[in-house]
C-alpha cells in the first residue's frame, strides 16, 4: 500500500471514528439534544417546523455515516451525504450566527471535500468504489 492510500484510509477511519462516536453518545440522549437545539435557535429566521426534524435526524445521521465510513460500504456515497450534512449544519450554525461553529465545520467540510477529491486512494473496504 502506498503512502496515498494509506492517508486516505487513516483520514476515512478517523472521520467515521468521529462522526460514528458523536451520533453513539447522543442516541440515548436523544430527545434532549433535540430539545437543545431547538432552544438554541430560539429567536432565529429557521422556523420550529424545520429545525426538529433535523435535530433528530443529526445523531442518526452521524452514526450511520460514521459506520459506514468506517467500515467503507458505499464510501463515495458517505462521504456526498456527508458533505451535504455539513453543508445543512454551516447553514444553521451560520443563521444563529455561531462563527465559531461555523469555523469548526468548514474544518469538516475541507476534511470531507479532501477524502472525496482522493477518492481514488480509497482502499482497505468492505464495499471499495470501482470505476466502472
Not at 38 to 43: A, D, I, L, S
Not at 73 to 86: E, P
Not at 99 to 123: D, K, P, R
Request: hydrophobic share 55%.
Amino acid at each position: 500500500m502506498d503512502h496515498k492510500k494509506l492517508a486516505c484510509f487513516f483520514a476515512r477511519i478517523t472521520l467515521g471514528v468521529n462522526f460514528s462516536i458523536h451520533g453513539l453518545v447522543r442516541m440515548p440522549k436523544l430527545k434532549r439534544f433535540a430539545e437543545g437545539k431547538m432552544k438554541g435557535f430560539e429567536g432565529t429566521m429557521l422556523p420550529e417546523f424545520m429545525v426538529i426534524p433535523f435535530a433528530y435526524a443529526i445523531p442518526i445521521l452521524e452514526l450511520i455515516l460514521g459506520l459506514m465510513l468506517l467500515v467503507g460500504i458505499y464510501t463515495n456515497r458517505a462521504l456526498a451525504a456527508s458533505a451535504i450534512l455539513m453543508i445543512v449544519l454551516i447553514a444553521g450554525s451560520a443563521f444563529k450566527e455561531d462563527w465559531g461553529a461555523v469555523s469548526t465545520q468548514m474544518l469538516y467540510a475541507l476534511f470531507i471535500f479532501f477524502l472525496i477529491f482522493f477518492q481514488e486512494n480509497n482502499s482497505w473496504s468492505l464495499i471499495a468504489n470501482r470505476k466502472k
